[in-house]
């Protein structure tokens, strides 16, 4: 009946599903996870929280950041992902500096994802101003910056490091914070088979500020500038009009959707029926790490929906009535081209002596993980056909949760 049922079967010991990637990740975020949830002023917004993560931000380093990228990395597997995009703009010391090594931050990126066994898709962030109408990045923001020809030196340092389980690929920021003329500079001289990903439309001050300074929405204004394909993942696209989800459905870009992240901060609900109905290629990402699992990424994106129309089974296809299964066939279905990694040998066992799965069949093993409680019920995770993950414990669990026990200190002082 489709691709994804004949990639669930089941072994003597369980379930086995594809690997599932996660489309959006700001690594360091994992540490200031549940440490913004106190009201500060009744104003609290996602502009509010921004501060809050910019303060925390601040305090990285190469070796802390290595440290709590590992420790998300290791969760992320024990969750079922085995990929990884990540949206990384944390490059220079703390005052704006570049270290020693410019790409210092980037190989402690590199060096999490290496340790932990998960597949990367390094996407190193052009950042260069504070907002749609020019203004400098902020004290907090420096360390985020470079122009366009210092983009492009970072990006050729990291060349190299390509290998079988790291591909290399390209962040805007925002509109926000990458002038159009930047972004036509930039983008024909990536090599031409690297993913591109941007935040966009993911708060209505956004949208606003792109209507008043670029007469336009951000998804309208980014498909008539720029040459929007499969290569492109838009990431969020919460806030559309019904002719931007037609024209995103219809140039072949994946939507990155972080349905906890977007609860967590208040963003709004991406129009997925009307997006599924015009086809569109979408996946998920934990972004900020408020929670690390595709269970409850999958299950949210769902029940917003249902809370929004009161109706119930909203992600579902013609040839496909089980809303899990269509769910996993969309994030299977964007997998490759949002990250580079066709995904070959990844393989998530689920338990299948787990009460949950009891009597489960083929039919309902995907509904019945996704939407019946909250026992992590993946056993072994396998990336490129070595075992990562077993008993549900990572390999190195317990060192890197030591690791990151310790970079929490300084972080936290
Ligand atoms: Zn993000």
């Known amino acids: ?38 009201q500060a002023n009744p104003e609290d917004s996602f502009w509010t929280w921004r501060e809050t993560m910019y303060r925390f931000a601040a305090r990285f380093d190469p070796d802390t950041l290595h440290a709590v990228a590992a420790q998300v990395y290791a969760e992320m597997l024990e969750a079922g992902y085995t990929t990884v995009c990540e949206f990384h703009y944390l490059h220079h010391a703390p005052d704006g500096t570049p270290y020693d090594d410019p790409a210092a931050m980037s190989r402690a990126i590199i ?32 360390r985020f910056g470079h122009d366009v020809d210092g983009y492009l030196r970072l990006f050729d340092m990291l060349l190299p490091e390509i290998n079988d389980g790291m591909k290399l690929g390209c962040a805007l920021h925002s509109l926000r914070a990458v002038p159009a003329e930047a972004m036509h500079s930039l983008l024909p001289r990536l090599p031409s088979d690297a993913p591109i990903h941007i935040h966009i439309a993911e708060q209505i001050g956004e949208v606003q500020d792109c209507m008043a300074m670029r007469n336009a929405r951000p998804v309208e204004w980014l498909l008539d500038n720029a040459d929007v394909s499969d290569r492109w993942t838009l990431v969020h696209a919460t806030h559309l009009t019904s002719g931007e989800t037609q024209g995103i459905a219809k140039s072949g870009a994946t939507v990155a959707i972080c349905p906890t992240t977007e609860a967590n901060l208040g963003d709004g609900l991406f129009p997925l029926r009307n997006y599924l109905d015009a086809n569109g290629a979408w996946g998920i990402g934990s972004d900020s790490h408020i929670s690390v699992s595709p269970v409850e990424e999958l299950r949210w994106l769902e029940y917003g929906q249902r809370l929004l129309t009161r109706h119930r089974n909203i992600a579902v296809r013609e040839a496909s009535p089980s809303v899990g299964e269509t769910l996993m066939r969309g994030v299977a279905a964007s997998s490759a081209q949002a990250s580079g990694f066709a995904g070959t040998g990844d393989v998530v066992v689920l338990d299948g002596g787990a009460a949950q799965l009891a009597g489960a069949t083929q039919d309902d093993v995907v509904d019945r993980w996704i939407f019946s409680g909250n026992r992590n ?37």
Do not use: C
């Not at 993946?378 to 970079?407: C, F, K, L, N, T």
């Open 111 to 142: 060096r999490a994802a290496r340790d932990t066994g998960i597949r990367l898709t390094l996407l190193p962030v052009l950042y260069m101003q504070g907002g749609f109408d020019g203004r400098a990045l902020s004290e907090r923001q420096r």
């Open 377 to 413: 019920l993946v056993d072994e995770v396998h990336v490129a056909g070595q075992r990562v993950v077993a008993e549900g414990q990572h390999r190195d669990r317990d060192a890197i949760a030591s690791g990151y026990g310790a970079a929490m200190r300084p972080l936290l002082a």
């Open 1 to 38: 009946m489709s691709n994804l049922h004949l990639s669930v079967t089941k072994t003597p010991t369980g379930w086995q599903l594809p690997g599932i990637a996660n489309l959006h990740s700001h690594a360091f975020q994992r540490a200031m996870a549940g440490m913004a949830e106190r």
